[in-house]
């Protein structure tokens, strides 16, 4: 098949006989599954409440292209440009359907047709195309526009807003006409035929955006400006293996599929709704968790995306700042001070979550949510994300809610979280879930850093609870208990105390850490989410034990479905299809597992290990402090190259220090520096101290 040289390129002959595992093609804006007949945008949700979930729009690219005689079919995922192709190949005929979501242009998706004779002929070739669109919606009463330009024009507003008094989006599609039929004349040895749609939330701006796909078609730059625009994304961020095929096709997959669920790294529009489990192609139905954000986004999804990409980075905090108003009324709702954010969010920030108890009780989402703020922080040193960026308002809105959230006993002398559901959801009303309690303190820390940062008085309460609050830990068998009552050996939905050591980074030694996984590991959910063994494999690494973690992630595989690389949330494909979260969590393990990334306060620091499979990872476009690294990591060598900078970006002098030897190597632009593999950082020249975690 035409795509196995090239791991970029999913190849197939036969289309999965699950259409569910069809691979979604997405822009930040628009979402679509192929040849399906719904689609969705960003923040358009249908539904108060309980029953918000992503309003479903009609796809008029919906189309199958049919021709009378046998032909052979290659169907292809090109992820290098975000393009899919059908390309039939019969004896007088070569047909190549192509759909995209335009990767710069985020209001507009596109469908091209080619037609190439293949004999000398004087007959015409015509093919069918079969569309299943039809204008009907159950969120959205559409009615018909006037054409503009030739497009088909509908119109329509959601049925319900999200709260009572809110407003309910229009929704506005321009599309060109498709015919029934293309035909390819007999003087013609090929023909193309371009159709564009374009969907938004205002007829300015739909009728704008149609314009300028009209214009691009007919400059020819249509195609040439979606594929600059992927091209430019994978030259900030690459990861390749050499000496597994599987796992550097799953990486690209994972990568490709994040990146699509995200904004355009040019896009100035702040109307960015966040990233949910199932990305923008899915949303309308439970399974798809209603098209929800949940922290799936701050702590699956966004790590290893911050790792490249500072502006998607920031997009994903904007969201959050987006939200405070309504996470303001959770919080008030509950009967507590500060900020309470959603478990499910939309657009509001107000709780969407059909069952009360996860809103009530999962708060660990709090924490979830300012520790992105805290890695941003570190990776960027961008205060301004802090003072006109509003993060502040996040940072100690958290503090304030879990000072008033708190209870004190006078027998301990500590703090204590009550009532609270954990990660792990199979437990709900205990006391003291131990990776909330870490993340609640974490977050209390990060305020009293971040107002001392900004000059901005806090409140005595902060550090107080911060230092006093309950961390549970069994002193006889020397692990930490999921929560106060927790009894070794009970089962475990998904990773949830095996998270304190990474992303949290809560300090203990090797003997706790080894304990806290080999107390979870035998009594995990074997059918549980997808994201969960990620987590597991990156703390045998830190461990030094990669032969374990690679089994560990090699689990990870029964979850990626199909020949294109479409992860389902359960091993045996039910749950949420394209699931990001687990794609994430596969990304970290990597990242932040066999490259042994840690992103801390003033340096980036790094322990890289391989297990015997993989003889380089190669990690390209890692952004610290506004400068990009590519790093290639060997058996016993690393080698880091400083990318040149623009000359109108802000850069700084940095240099490698080696954690054994206090080695401290200088990056110098472009000239690659190798040295013998052991953990080390790299931090400013000018830093004035070393770094430390979180």
Known sequence: MSGESDPYIFSTDTLPSDLRFLPPLANGLLGWRVYNNIMHMGGVYNGEAGRCHRADVPCPLAVRVDIEEPAQHTYSLDTHTGVFTDTMSSASVTVSQSLYSHRYYSNLMVMEVLLVRQVTSEEPITVKLVSSYTPQSKDIVFQSGPDYKGGSHIQGKTTSAEFPGGSCPEVHLIWTPVPSSLTLLPEQSQARWGFILIVANS???????????????????????????????????????????????????????????????????????????????????????????????????????????????????????????????????????????????????????????????????????????????????????????????????????????????????????????????????????????????????FAVELAALLQHPAPKEWQEVAENLKIPFDEESQYHPEYDGYTKGQPVKQADAVMLGYPLGLPMSPEVRKNDLEAYEPVTDPQGPAMTWGMFAIGWLELGEAERAHVLLEKCFSNIQGPFQVWSESSDGSGAVNFLTGMGGFLQAVLFGYAGFRVQRECLAFSPLLPKEISELYVRGVNYVGCQMDWLLRKDEICIILREQASNATSYDLHVVLKASGTKIPLIPGQPVTFPREPGYVCKTASPSPCWPF
């Not at 009209?214 to 961020?237: I, V």
């Open 203 to 445: 007829l300015d701006t739909a009728e704008a955006s149609f314009d300028e796909g009209l214009n691009l078609m007919s400059t020819g730059n249509l195609r040439p400006s979606h594929e600059k625009a992927w091209k430019e994304l994978w030259l900030q961020s690459q990861v390749e293996v050499v000496g597994s095929e599987s796992l550097c096709k799953a990486m690209i997959g994972c990568l490709f599929y994040l990146l699509s669920a995200f904004p355009s790294i040019h896009d100035t529009s702040s109307s960015f709704g966040g990233v949910s489990p199932g990305g923008l192609s899915n949303g309308g139905d439970g399974q798809d968790y209603w098209g929800h954000v949940f922290w799936d986004q701050d702590i699956w999804m966004y790590p290893g995306i911050a790792l490249f990409y500072p502006k998607l980075a920031r997009a994903v905090l904007e969201y959050r700042v987006g939200t405070v108003d309504g996470a303001k009324d959770n919080a008030q709702r509950q009967g507590y001070k500060g900020l309470k954010f959603p478990w499910e969010s939309a657009v509001s920030g107000r709780e969407v979550c059909p069952e009360d108890i996860y809103g009530q009780q999962e708060i660990h989402i709090n924490g979830d949510v300012t520790l992105a703020f805290q890695h941003y922080l570190y990776l960027t040193e961008d205060i301004s994300m802090f003072t006109e960026g509003r993060g502040s308002e996040v940072i100690f809105g958290v503090a304030d809610y879990w000072v008033s959230r708190v209870e004190w006993k006078p027998e301990d002398q500590k703090y204590h979280l009550l009532g609270v559901m954990p990660p792990d959801e199979y437990y709900y009303n205990v006391n003291d879930s131990v990776y909330t309690n870490t993340v609640a303190k974490f977050s209390l820390q």
